[in-house]
């Protein structure tokens, strides 16, 4: 006998619930009990960021890549994409006996829209991380020749 | 079945699994160290208890009474909380992981060893486990260290684009059983390792060891293994992104590692590999019960991640990006077309 046919929807997230507060509960004993038991001695030198055991050079407040940021753009893209795909993957049995190719055909549509889009990005350079100086490749061209 | 049963069961099923899961944890990382022992002719740990094996819980005991130091220039609050969310969200994604059949206990009928069957499960291991980028991130921005940031830009950056890839990846059995419920998904391959959907039927097999091998590989970059461990990368960012930490919080961050491999290894039984199933359906292999199949094929999977960690070497971060968006996030949208035809060729 299968009990868990019984249960209804929202009680399965209750269990879930219940589990999320077990979690909840073991990260805490980690984080709040062993301050209990261990020793507390700091100093200066402790406190300080690590860096290979020199004078931390400079704050954290560095400059990085703008390509991070580029690729968390293009990320969300594609993220939504996924999200949309995933329920028509659910339903597109059900759904080819009642609309037949249609739904295969608005999918394909949707991807090649998609896949152009990736394309592009490829195209413009967006996925490259590595800068090609093309000035400097004239000159050597120029010089070789 | 009212609600106070329901508590109480899903309160007996956690404390079942709970300590097995954590006890598991420990035991992959002794496994991991003797197994990589072995691969590169040494021992491995030999010395705690016969074999080592009680190398885990002297590490446990040794970091539960280390001093834990927090850097002055860290943000306190967002610097505790990283490692917090970290093992929270990874532990969240086993509450809907099918471990095996029903199972009684002292006559009471339990149900499934799941904790809690939701109907889109799937969506809310993806959901759940998506979340864990904000514990990377939040721990190398509040660390108030230039290695950590840069650390958790690239974990981050890395999460994101292999991410996509493990979406799309698992479309075959969601598309073949029409559901996101994992007990739907394991229920579909009963009877046999032909019914798997790693071999899926006729046309399906393309997309079904394509989908396994995309899964595969995401999953490695999404945990952070060698071929993919560049936000720890020790020779150029010190330890990335949990270089401050030390003490509970940063076994914390190992745990959640651990427990996300695990996670990995299981969803990928679950979706490809049959769940519980036994490979056939014949005498000498239905004798084992559901969990011991369950935990055969995960920890194959385990072994896989381990082998592979001790045979290659780390990528570069460029190659890393172009694999994942020219190679792999192509194929896997070529693999939802395939899965698409193949579902329409097979009936």
């Not at chain 2, 401050?244 to 996670?263: D, G, Q």
Request: hydrophobic share 55%; aromatic share 16%.
């Amino acid at each position: 006998m299968d009990t868990s046919s019984f249960i209804s929807m929202p009680a399965q997230f209750i269990a879930a619930l219940i589990f999320l507060l077990a979690a909840i509960a073991f990260v805490a004993f980690n984080v709040l009990v062993p301050r209990l038991f261990r020793p507390i001695r700091p100093d200066q030198e402790k406190l300080s960021n690590y860096e290979c055991g020199e004078r931390p050079i400079g704050g954290p407040w560095i400059r990085f890549n703008i390509r991070f940021y580029i690729i968390a753009i293009i990320f969300l893209i594609f993220d939504v994409e996924v999200l949309f795909i995933i329920p028509w993957a659910v339903v597109y049995r059900r759904l080819y006996s009642e609309l037949g190719m249609l739904v295969f055909w608005e999918m394909f549509v949707f991807l090649t829209v998609l896949g152009v889009g990736l394309a592009y990005c490829w195209v413009k350079g967006h996925l490259e991380w590595v800068f090609r100086d093309k000035l400097a490749e004239d000159k050597s061209k120029t010089l070789s020749s | 079945m009212n609600l106070g049963e329901l508590a109480l069961y899903s309160i007996v099923k956690i404390a079942i699994l709970f300590p097995l899961v954590m006890l598991s944890v420990a035991y992959l990382t002794w496994l991991e160290r003797k197994l990589l022992g072995r691969f590169q002719q040494r021992l491995g740990p030999h010395r705690v208890g016969p074999f080592g094996l009680l190398q885990p819980i002297a590490d446990g005991v040794k970091l539960f009474f280390k001093e834990d130091i927090i850097p002055t220039n860290a943000d306190r609050i967002l610097f505790i909380l990283a490692p917090v969310l970290s093992m929270a969200c990874a532990l969240m994604a086993i509450a809907v992981i099918p471990f095996g059949p029903s199972f009684q206990l002292f006559g009471y009928d339990l149900g499934r060893v799941q904790i809690a069957d939701v109907n889109v499960g799937l969506l809310y291991i993806f959901g759940i486990t998506s979340l864990s980028v904000y514990g990377v991130f939040l721990a190398g921005w509040s660390s108030g260290n230039k290695y950590s940031l840069l650390g958790a830009l690239r974990s981050s950056a890395q999460i994101f684009s292999y991410e996509l890839t493990l979406g799309l990846s698992v479309i075959i059995p969601l598309m073949a059983v029409g559901s996101l419920k994992m007990s739907g998904i394991v229920d579909s391959q009963a009877d046999g390792f032909w019914n798997w959907w790693i071999l899926s039927p006729k046309w399906l097999v393309i997309p079904g060891l394509l989908g396994f091998a995309l899964y595969l590989i995401s999953a490695f970059a999404e945990t952070n293994r060698i071929p993919f461990d560049l936000p720890e990368a020790e020779t150029e960012l010190v330890a990335g992104y949990h270089l401050e930490y030390s003490s509970m919080k940063f076994a914390m961050f190992f745990m959640a590692e651990y427990v996300n491999m695990i996670t990995a290894a299981s969803i990928a039984t679950t979706l490809f590999l049959g769940g519980w199933h036994s490979p056939l359906p014949l005498a000498p292999f239905t004798w084992f019960p559901g969990w011991f199949w369950f935990a055969a094929k995960v920890f194959v999977i385990l072994f896989f991640f381990i082998w592979v960690r001790a045979t290659f070497p780390r990528f570069r971060y460029d190659q890393l990006m172009h694999f994942g968006w020219k190679i792999l996030l192509p194929l896997a949208m070529l693999n939802v077309f395939l899965a698409a035809v193949g579902l329409l060729l097979a009936g």
